[in-house]
């Protein structure tokens, strides 16, 4: 069996570049510019070229029909899906702020209802302790009343001024 040998990349570049070499510098033709893309890029085309590949999509007419009419309905699929999926996360986000705005005015009206108890118990406090005084006052004289202090009780039996309000 007789092998036909079959240089590497690596020894057909320097064949090419001995050539190129060997060449006169005015038969030398410079080498072909590269294409700038295009100013509307494709996204798969960029991705792939940074990934060091090489990308080129055929036009529509030089595509197999089939496999085009199959690409553009999975295209759909995905538009739909992908249409779906936002309308979904906005309705989302939504919820999210109506049920940050209910917790919020929630939160407002526990504050609220917090300090108008707080005001209610330094109120009751505030009676209790008129009170508390009243009625040890009331209880003093009263014991003076008992151990027969009769100027006490006597002041104690005194009615209190009228309240001008």
Same mark, same amino acid.
């Given at each position: 069996? $007789?092998?036909?040998?079959?240089?590497?990349?690596?020894?057909?570049?320097?064949?090419?570049?001995?050539?190129?070499?060997?060449? #006169?510098?005015? @038969?030398? @033709?410079?080498?072909? &510019?590269?294409?700038?893309?295009?100013?509307? @890029? *494709?996204?798969?085309?960029?991705?792939?070229?940074?990934?060091? !590949?090489?990308?080129?999509?055929? #036009?529509? @007419? &030089?595509? +197999?029909?089939?496999?085009?009419?199959?690409?553009?309905?999975? /295209?759909? !699929?995905?538009?739909?899906? /992908? *249409?779906?999926? =936002?309308?979904? +996360?906005?309705? /989302?986000?939504?919820?999210?702020? =109506?049920?940050?705005?209910?917790?919020?005015? %929630?939160?407002?009206?526990?504050? &609220? *209802?917090?300090?108008?108890? =707080?005001?209610?118990?330094?109120?009751?406090?505030? %009676?209790?302790?008129?009170? +508390?005084?009243?009625?040890?006052?009331?209880?003093? $004289?009263? %014991?003076?009343? =008992?151990?027969?202090?009769? &100027?006490?009780?006597?002041?104690?039996?005194?009615?209190?001024? #009228?309240? /001008?309000?």
């Amino acid at each position: 069996m $007789t092998h036909a040998f079959r240089p590497c990349g690596a020894a057909l570049l320097i064949a090419a570049l001995s050539v190129l070499l060997a060449a #006169p510098a005015q @038969s030398r @033709s410079p080498l072909p &510019a590269q294409t700038a893309p295009a100013a509307a @890029s *494709d996204p798969v085309a960029d991705l792939l070229r940074s990934q060091g !590949e090489r990308y080129h999509r055929a #036009p529509d @007419s &030089a595509q +197999d029909p089939d496999e085009l009419r199959r690409t553009q309905a999975l /295209n759909a !699929e995905i538009t739909a899906q /992908n *249409d779906l999926a =936002e309308n979904e +996360d906005r309705a /989302n986000a939504a919820a999210q702020t =109506e049920a940050q705005r209910r917790y919020q005015s %929630a939160l407002e009206a526990a504050d &609220a *209802d917090r300090q108008r108890y =707080e005001a209610d118990l330094r109120t009751a406090a505030e %009676a209790k302790a008129v009170h +508390d005084r009243q009625m040890a006052d009331w209880q003093a $004289t009263v %014991a003076a009343c =008992e151990r027969g202090d009769r &100027a006490r009780c006597k002041a104690g039996r005194q009615t209190p001024a #009228p309240n /001008n309000n």
